[in-house]
């Protein structure tokens, strides 16, 4: 076994270059541009969401107001008619980039405890590059790319979106395995 305390250099370092590698990837490679498409007539949705009131929160529509009415006839009517969705609305404002990088950095390093969690009390001292690569890389895939599938199965995200977020979560996963596969105590 492996202490936690023995591995922040590999869950620091694994941090800092996931975070690296994911600026390269959507702001030099850009292929997470189309994930979104823009509403049609965009002014007058966003004026009407405004005169409804709508806070920044989750929604979904339509939505039944309890479960009993789930299958209600007039809910097979609303789901029948159409747009059938989730949204998800944030306050109103010019995004705050510096506080979505630092969580996605804390999220990172959470990630990279995870792993040097389950490899330290896996594998001992000495283990060989790749062993630790192995555990390491697979916990990380599952945390930055296995998770995004249920946002296609319950949110209707495009698969195509789930597909370039698997393919990011891949490259998280080989160079998290890759700094903790070097990083491993001998």
Same mark, same amino acid.
């Given at each position: 076994?492996?202490?936690?305390?023995?591995?922040?250099?590999?869950?620091?370092?694994?941090?800092?270059?996931?975070?690296?590698?994911?600026?390269?990837?959507?702001?030099?490679?850009?292929?997470?541009?189309?994930?979104?498409?823009?509403?049609?007539?965009?002014?007058?949705?966003?004026?009407?969401?405004?005169?409804?009131?709508?806070?920044?929160?989750n929604?979904?529509?339509?939505?039944?107001?309890?479960?009993?009415?789930?299958h209600?006839?007039?809910?097979?009517?609303?789901?029948?008619?159409?747009?059938? *969705?989730?949204?998800?609305?944030?306050? #109103?404002?010019?995004? +705050?980039?510096?506080?979505?990088? &630092?969580?996605? /950095? !804390?999220?990172?390093?959470?990630?990279?405890?995870?792993?040097?969690?389950?490899?330290?009390r896996?594998?001992?001292?000495?283990?060989?590059?790749?062993?630790?690569?192995?555990?390491?890389?697979?916990?990380?895939?599952?945390?930055? *790319?296995?998770?995004?599938?249920?946002? #296609?199965?319950?949110? +209707?995200?495009?698969?195509?979106? &789930?597909?370039? /977020? !698997?393919?990011?979560?891949?490259?998280?996963?080989?160079?998290?395995?890759?700094?903790?596969?070097?990083?491993?105590?001998?």
């Open positions: 076994m492996v202490s936690l305390t023995a591995l922040w250099l590999p869950i620091l370092l694994s941090a800092v270059v996931v975070f690296l590698a994911s600026s390269v990837l959507h702001m030099v490679l850009k292929h997470h541009f189309k994930d979104y498409q823009k509403l049609p007539d965009e002014g007058a949705v966003q004026a009407a969401m405004r005169e409804a009131g709508v806070e920044p929160g929604y979904a529509f339509p939505c039944p107001d309890n479960a009993k009415d789930w209600s006839p007039e809910m097979v009517e609303k789901f029948k008619e159409g747009p059938v *969705g989730f949204m998800n609305v944030k306050a #109103s404002g010019a995004p +705050a980039m510096g506080k979505y990088l &630092t969580h996605w /950095f !804390l999220f990172c390093l959470l990630i990279g405890v995870f792993c040097a969690y389950v490899a330290g896996t594998l001992g001292a000495g283990v060989d590059y790749l062993t630790v690569f192995r555990i390491t890389g697979t916990v990380a895939f599952v945390a930055y *790319g296995v998770s995004s599938i249920s946002e #296609s199965i319950w949110k +209707a995200q495009n698969w195509g979106t &789930t597909f370039r /977020f !698997l393919i990011d979560g891949l490259v998280y996963a080989l160079l998290t395995g890759g700094v903790f596969g070097w990083l491993w105590p001998a």
